[in-house]
Nanobody
Framework: QVQLVESGGGTVQAGGSLRLSCTAS????????MGWYRQAPGKDREVVAC????????YVRDSVKDRFTISRDSAKNTVFLQMNSLKPEDTAVYSC????????????????WGQGTQVTVSS
């Protein structure tokens, strides 16, 4: 059984930065992708960023591409989301997930999900 533990959320003023971390533990041998997602109140969950744990290729959604960066520490089964120049519209619960490949990540068809961490950006 895989467990995901997220950290790094909080409240920040617009223009500020946060770095989210997510560490996977348990049987993680079949992980080939890790991703970050977010869900704002009253909105559907959306993909924020994905990273391949095999070749390091990444996807970041267009609306945050110039401000957010996804990275990984494969040795520690950890994925990071560096968020800069945060805006109030970035306010959401951010969750990480692990899955079989990048297609699964982009399609939100991941195998295990974290509980989420709240990010609040004040104006």
């Amino acid at each position: 059984q895989v467990q995901l533990v997220e950290s790094g959320g909080g409240t920040v003023q617009a223009g500020g930065s946060l770095r989210l971390s997510c560490t996977a533990s348990g049987i993680v041998a079949t992980i080939n992708s890790m991703g970050w997602y977010r869900q704002a109140p009253g909105k559907d969950r959306e993909v924020v960023a994905c990273i391949s744990t095999s070749d390091g290729s990444t996807y970041v959604r267009d609306s945050v591409k110039d401000r957010f960066t996804i990275s990984r520490d494969s040795a520690k089964n950890t994925v990071f989301l560096q968020m800069n120049s945060l805006k109030p519209e970035d306010t959401a619960v951010y969750s990480c997930a692990i899955g079989y490949d990048m297609v699964a990540c982009l399609g939100q068809a991941m195998d295990s999900w974290g509980q989420g961490t709240q990010v609040t950006v004040s104006s």
